[in-house]
C-alpha cells in the first residue's frame, strides 16, 4: 500500500500537471470502485482543480465549489497518466479521470476490489474520512512520544495506527524500526528516553530520505514503479538476504495478511521473534536465537 514517500511523489505529480485545469469528465468502467452517489460525475465535471492534500493514506484532489475527490489505493491500486482520452486498460482498469492536457487512470493488480474512490462536497463531509491520526513532520520529538505512548500497543502496531500516526504503513515501518535498532514487538510502554529519540528521529529522517529518492527517481515524471519493496530498503521484502549493517540473515515473522522484516541482531539481541503460526506448529523445537536457527 502507498504510503507517505509514494503518496507525497503522487501528489507532487498530480500538482505539476492538473492545478488550475477544469475536470473535463469521469469514466467509470467498474461499478465498485465509486464508493458515493452525491456530488454526481456530471457535477463535478467542468470544475477547475485548485488543490491537494493528503488525509492518512488517501489522495484528495479539491475541486472548485468545496468538492473533492478521494482516492484510497489500498494494497494494489495505481495511478497512471495517459494522454487524453486514452483507453481504460479492460483487465485492470477501473476509472478515469479527463483533462485537456492528459487522462487520469486508476487500476488496480487485485480481483479483491479494496481501492475506492469517493466524490464529496464540504469540507465537514471531506474531515470524515480523517482516523484522527498526527503527521510525523508536524510532531516535535515530545509531541511524538505522547502520541505513541496514548495506547500501549507493539511498536508495529503503534506505528502503523492511522489513528495515531498517518500514512505509516507495513513497509516503511519495517524500516524506521531497523533504523532505530528496535525490535518490532518491543511495547511502547518499554522504551526509556534513549530509544523514543532513536525511534523519532529514525521517522523523520527515513521518510525524508525516502521522498527524496522517490523525487530524484522520478524526475519530474509522473510515477509508474510505485511498490512497497526497493532494492535499497533494508529489512522490507528481504527475508533471507543479509542486513546490511551486520550481514545476517534478515527474519520475518507473519501475521494474518501481513509480515514483518527485521533483523534479529541489530533489533532483538540475536533473539527471534516468535511466528503465530510456526512457533505454534513446533512449539519446543521452534529456535529462540538466530544462533540456533543457523546451526539447527
Not at 507532487?12 to 469528465?25: F, K, M, S, V, Y
Not at 500501549?152 to 489513528?163: M, V
Request: aromatic letters at 8%.
Amino acid at each position: 500500500m502507498p504510503e507517505i514517500p509514494d503518496l507525497t511523489i503522487y501528489l507532487e505529480a498530480l500538482d505539476q500537471r492538473l492545478r488550475d485545469r477544469p475536470l473535463n469528465g469521469i469514466r467509470v468502467s467498474s461499478p465498485f470502485i465509486l464508493r458515493s452517489v452525491s456530488p454526481t460525475a456530471e457535477e463535478l465535471s467542468g470544475r477547475n482543480v485548485i488543490d491537494f492534500r493528503r488525509i492518512g493514506k488517501r489522495i484528495v484532489i479539491g475541486l472548485e465549489g468545496s468538492t473533492f475527490i478521494v482516492i484510497h489505493l489500498m494494497i494494489a491500486g495505481r495511478l497512471r497518466w495517459h494522454k487524453s482520452g486514452a483507453k481504460i486498460p479492460a483487465r485492470l482498469g477501473l476509472m478515469a479521470f479527463d483533462f485537456d492536457n492528459g487522462s487520469l487512470i486508476l487500476t488496480e493488480a487485485s480481483g479483491q476490489h479494496r481501492a475506492s474512490v469517493y466524490l464529496v462536497r464540504g469540507e465537514d463531509r471531506l474531515a470524515e474520512f480523517d482516523a484522527g491520526g498526527r503527521e510525523v513532520f508536524n510532531l516535535n520529538r515530545d509531541e511524538f512520544v505522547s502520541v505513541l505512548s496514548s495506547e500501549n500497543h507493539t511498536l508495529k502496531r503503534s506505528l502503523t495506527d492511522q489513528r495515531l500516526i498517518a500514512g505509516i504503513g507495513n513497509a516503511y515501518s519495517d524500516e524506521i524500526l531497523h533504523r532505530s535498532r528496535l525490535s518490532p514487538m518491543r511495547q511502547v510502554k518499554q522504551l526509556d528516553d534513549e530509544q523514543w529519540t532513536a525511534l523519532y528521529n529514525a521517522c523523520t529522517d527515513v521518510l525524508g530520505e525516502w521522498i527524496e529518492r522517490l523525487r530524484e527517481q522520478n524526475a519530474g515524471g509522473f510515477p509508474e514503479k510505485v511498490t512497497a519493496f526497493h532494492d535499497e530498503m533494508a529489512v522490507h521484502g528481504k527475508y533471507k538476504q543479509p542486513c546490511p549493517d551486520c550481514g545476517k540473515p534478515v527474519q520475518r515473522i507473519r501475521y494474518a495478511s501481513n509480515e514483518c522484516n527485521y533483523c534479529a541482531v541489530c533489533q532483538n539481541q540475536g533473539n527471534l521473534l516468535a511466528d503465530r503460526s510456526l512457533s505454534r506448529l513446533l512449539k519446543k523445537d521452534w529456535p529462540k536465537t538466530l544462533d540456533e536457527l543457523e546451526t539447527g
